[in-house]
């Protein structure tokens, strides 16, 4: 019902998967090329533990095991909120993700920051997976000011 990421020895290429799946059951009606989708991702709301996961999706994945670095999450308010005093890493709650033909994902107003998820703490190039959207009331520069970002495994 549900994919642990972090588990996972090549998350790129899940994050492929999905787009595969996806382009595979819009191609007959949508005619959706692999090449033309990008992956969208929020965060289930109400906040769901994995365990309370009941259903499957009829389209994408829900994914768990991520943490914010930088930041926090308002389950109250179903966004980013400032990270407690004193503590690094917090968990973020289980993801809906899939993939949205074109730019449609992307979302280009100032309540969404692209946040960037990364395979572990050492923030390389090497260990980019991609961005994770997550809802925000702060202006993005602030997060990325402060250094906002998702991984996957934190030790």
């Not at 994914?63 to 308002?74: D, T």
Request: glycine share 6%; proline share 5%.
């Amino acid at each position: 019902k549900a994919f642990w990421l972090s588990g996972f020895f090549n998350p790129q290429g899940f994050f492929t998967a999905i787009k595969q799946d996806t382009c595979r059951q819009h191609s007959a009606t949508d005619k959706w090329a692999l090449d033309d989708v990008v992956l969208f991702s929020e965060v289930v709301h109400p906040a769901k533990e994995v365990e309370n996961i009941r259903d499957i999706p009829s389209e994408g994945v829900y994914v768990y095991g991520l943490y914010l670095e930088g930041c926090s999450w308002s389950v109250k308010h179903n966004c980013m909120a400032e990270a407690e005093p004193k503590k690094l890493f917090s968990a973020l709650p289980v993801l809906f993700m899939t993939a949205v033909q074109g730019t449609h994902g992307k979302h280009r107003n100032t309540s969404i920051f692209e946040a960037p998820c990364y395979a572990s703490k050492q923030r390389t190039s090497s260990r980019f997976l991609s961005t994770i959207s997550l809802r925000t009331t702060h202006d993005p520069v602030k997060w990325v000011m402060s250094g906002a970002a998702v991984l996957a495994n934190i030790d």
